[in-house]
Nanobody
C-alpha cells in the first residue's frame, strides 16, 4: 500500500516560520501531484498548495506570498515552507499524493497522510 508521513508541525509564534515535509512510500509507479491541505476545527479541509510532477504549482490565496511548495520526485517527497505565520494558519495540515498509480491497479488513486498539527500563537 501507499503511505504518507508528515513531519515538521508544531507550535510557533506569529511571524515565525516552519517547514513541513511529507514522504510517500510503497509500491508507487507514479504520482501526478502532491500537495498540502489543512483543516481547522469546524471548517472544511482546504487546499494550501499543490505541485504536479512537472512542477506546476497552485497556492491558496491566503498563503500566497508566504509559502513555498517544493518536491523531490525521485524521493516522492514534498515540502511546504511557511513564513510569516499567522494565528489563522492554525490547523491540521495533511499531505496528499494525488493521481497515484500503483502497479497492477485499475487506475489512479489519491492518498492522504494522518496530518500534522500546526499551531500559531498570537
Amino acid at each position: 500500500q501507499v503511505q504518507l508521513v508528515e513531519s515538521g508541525g508544531g507550535l510557533v509564534q506569529a511571524g515565525g516560520s516552519l517547514r513541513l515535509s511529507c514522504a510517500a512510500s510503497g509500491s508507487i509507479f507514479s504520482i501526478n501531484a502532491m500537495g498540502w491541505y489543512r483543516q481547522a476545527p469546524g471548517k472544511q479541509r482546504e487546499l494550501v498548495a499543490r505541485i504536479t510532477s512537472g512542477g506546476r504549482i497552485t497556492y491558496a490565496d491566503s498563503v500566497k506570498g508566504r509559502s513555498t511548495i517544493s518536491r523531490d520526485n525521485a524521493k516522492n517527497m514534498v515540502y511546504l515552507q511557511m513564513n510569516s505565520l499567522k494565528p489563522e494558519d492554525t490547523a491540521v495540515y495533511y499531505c496528499a499524493a494525488l493521481g497515484v498509480l500503483v502497479p497492477r491497479t485499475l487506475g489512479p488513486t489519491d492518498y492522504w497522510g494522518q496530518g500534522t498539527q500546526v499551531t500559531v500563537s498570537s
